[in-house]
């Protein structure tokens, strides 16, 4: 089971003020190949995996914002990390 949740907020600058949503959706790529599970929420990307797994996507993530250009990126991240177990179920179920 996995230990971790990591939800990521990412805001890539732009050179000259362009459209950042092709940049983000980048990011959430990055997410989809690492293989983790994920949620797409309206403001920040969920994931669950093992905490050092997860600091490795946001790395690739912050990696690929540069590669696309961007001068520089902000990533706002917020952990739950749990050796017993960690689920986006778990936190939310009695929602569903």
Known sequence: ???????IQVIPKTNNGEDSI???????AVI???GVKYQVNPL????EGELSELFGIVEKVNE??????CPSVISQIKILYKPDGASM???T???R
């Open 44 to 47: 920040e990307t969920t994931m």
């Open 64 to 69: 690929r914002m540069i590669e696309k250009g």
């Open 1 to 7: 089971m996995a230990n971790a949740l990591l939800s």
């Open 22 to 28: 092709p940049l983000v959706d980048e990011a959430i």
């Open 89 to 91: 179920e778990q936190l």
């Open 93 to 95: 179920e009695k929602y």
């Open 32 to 34: 989809q190949e690492s």
